[in-house]
């Protein structure tokens, strides 16, 4: 193998790890993105349960305030009925008033205690839930930290290979480089080896000539079909 064709190999390989690098740097982004989406939703699943509680108590409160104003009424209605002088048909109504709220009363206190018991189950859930949002964060976190440093050694080793391809091309001449650049720019493997004498890029049949030549150390052989550079192994 000529100098020229393993520089130009050398330069495949590190170009290719080139664009790994690059395509595992996006995946990990993304990885982090949906990491740091997650810790967003599990803080406002969580900030929702304990807004739902603030609304029970709320609503048993309101529930209670009622009960008391219906006691109060009565109290007004009986007050009334054991003072003052007033017709048949009024005490009729008054009486039938506090039969009524009594009754208003009964099955008021019944859903207050029914919501009281629900607050405390709420309540207990609601502990629960901050303990698993603890661990959930703290599991993201780790996630988090471990993407991070997962992209920390990416852009390390893009670097390396940078500082590599740097020093190969100082070596190489600018002819090699500039037929390199513009066969890059269609494959992602611009130098192909002969394999069975067909061209490993195209997977096309190569004629007798190109293989001697290739075989030759007569400058760079292209492959008629890609336009690859060849060489044999
Ligand atoms: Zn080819």
């Known amino acids: 193998m000529s100098n020229e064709i393993a520089q130009l190999l050398e330069l495949q390989s590190i170009d290719q790890r080139l664009t790994e690098a690059s395509e595992r740097i996006k995946r990990l982004q993304r990885d982090r993105a949906r990491f740091e989406e997650k810790v967003v939703a599990a803080n406002q699943a969580f900030a929702q349960k ?10 048993s409160l309101m529930k209670n305030l009622k009960v008391d104003e219906l006691d109060a009424n009565i109290r007004v209605y009986q007050h009334r009925l054991d003072t003052a002088i007033i017709s048949f048909k009024e005490m009729e109504d008054l009486r039938a008033k506090i039969i009524s709220e009594k009754k208003r009363i009964g099955e008021m206190e019944d859903d207050a205690l029914q919501t009281m018991d629900t607050i405390g189950q709420e309540k207990e859930a609601l502990v629960a839930a901050e303990e698993a949002l603890g661990e959930r964060q703290a599991e993201l976190q780790t996630s988090i930290t471990e993407t991070d440093d997962h992209l920390r050694q990416v852009d390390e080793s893009i670097a390396e290979l940078h500082t590599q391809r740097t020093t190969l091309t100082e070596s190489m001449t600018d002819f090699l480089i500039k037929q390199y650049k513009s066969l890059r720019k269609k494959f992602s493997d611009p130098i192909a080896v002969i394999s ?3 061209c490993s890029g195209c997977k ?11 075989r030759g150390s007569l400058g760079l052989v292209a492959c008629e079909h890609c336009s690859r550079i060849l060489y044999i192994e």
């Open 196 to 198: 069975h004498t067909t």
């Open 50 to 59: 304990k807004e739902d509680l603030k609304q029970l108590e709320h609503d």
């Open 204 to 214: 096309l049949k190569l004629s007798g000539s190109t293989i001697e030549r290739a």
